[in-house]
């Protein structure tokens, strides 16, 4: 276990000599807003490293210095939470990156394998996972706990050169270059907090109630950042739905809500609340936001939608892909819409070629899905 900057600095050294560096974190977020780095693991073919950035007096500089090399690939399994970490606390997103989940569904191991799935299936060996709900935060920590957590770096080398290897053999690299991009881009990680509502359901019917829904999931943002305590230790997101129809301006008014604690209106959050609620009130009438709502599709664009899906199945089994990564179903929704003007990912690059393409040619009626001997096949016209 690496305790000091001065053995980091040393291994972080070493690992940045390979063309690759394995990378996972154990954390835990359950009572904080950001999430609290307990763990560090890492490996390169050479050397394999157990980074504890709780220890006093450890700078993780020379850590965020590794991350950021564009001489050594990064690479994680299910990247994004470990990403959101090192974003935080470096302000800095590993690149170049590998993440072998996404890798898996372009090599066609299905949606969102776990870790252990796919070290079993690539490498034959089947990892114990009874560590996975440790307390990170507990020290010392018992060597089967280190021993697990090693383990999610050592076995991560094979599955990233068994991946690639098949990347490279069926000409999908590219594919995975632009899932890539998405989590190289600290807009993933960094909603701003006036974007916060987007988060919520819309239950809203009125711009007024729209207005203060936006105000008050705002102020609950900073708020949780500020404390760094998860959103509905703030407030539930039913309170904001309540307090967006029924306004409350006062103490008085905000203790008459259902999904308002007891008392809690005498509390300093309380008048922050209250001020959020008000500030949408001073908002023009002429300029407050409209409602958002889905726009009606055109006649029958929902049937259209459904043979698309069917579609979408087939040339995923034929490639031997996930379908989540050539097209979401809101992909499917948009093209069997609006067709060649559909601006969706599943219309660019090599999705289009895989299947926008042929999307269109059958919303467009020159291709057609027929079923023969218990198989759906796609027949041109």
Known sequence: MIETTA??????????????????????????????????????????????????????????????NPNVTKVFHAARQDLE??????????APLFDTQVAAMVCGYGDSISYDQLVARTTGVTLDKSSRFTDWRHRPLNEKQLTYALADV??????????????????????????MAVLESPATYDLPPDEAWTRLK????????????????????????????????????????????QQPQTPEALARLRMIPKGWERSSSAHGLIEAVKSAFMIPKADLPRVPRP????????????????????????????????????DLDQIAAHGE?????????????????????????????????????????
């Open 7 to 68: 053995a980091l600095t040393e291994a972080c050294q070493t690992l940045a000599q390979s063309d690759f560096v394995t990378v996972d974190t154990e954390f835990l977020r359950e009572s904080t807003f950001w999430p609290e780095l307990c763990l560090i693991q890492m490996a390169s073919p050479e050397l394999e490293v157990l980074v504890d950035p709780l220890a006093k007096g450890i700078d993780l500089a020379p850590f965020f210095e590794l991350m950021a």
């Open 85 to 94: 970490i090192v974003y935080h606390l470096g302000n800095m997103l590993p």
């Open 154 to 179: 050592t076995h991560l080398r094979e599955v990233y050169k068994k991946l690639m290897q098949q990347l490279e053999r069926e000409g999908r690299t590219a594919w995975l270059t632009e899932e």
């Open 202 to 245: 819309m239950r809203v019917k009125k711009p007024i109630e729209f207005a203060v829904m936006k105000a008050v999931a705002e102020w609950r943002e900073n708020e949780a950042r500020g404390r760094n305590v998860p959103r509905g230790r703030v407030l539930k997101d039913d309170a904001i739905y309540e307090i967006a129809q």
């Open 295 to 330: 726009a009606q599709p055109p006649e029958g664009a929902a049937a259209a939608a459904e043979l698309l899906k069917v579609l979408l199945k087939i040339i995923a089994d034929q490639q031997q892909v996930a379908a989540r990564v050539i097209a979401s179903s809101d």
């Open 341 to 381: 003007a559909a601006e969706v990912a599943a219309m660019s690059g090599w999705r289009r070629e895989l299947f926008g393409e042929p999307a269109l040619k059958l919303i467009n009626g020159d291709m057609a899905l027929r079923f023969v001997d218990k198989k759906v096949q796609i027949v041109t016209l």
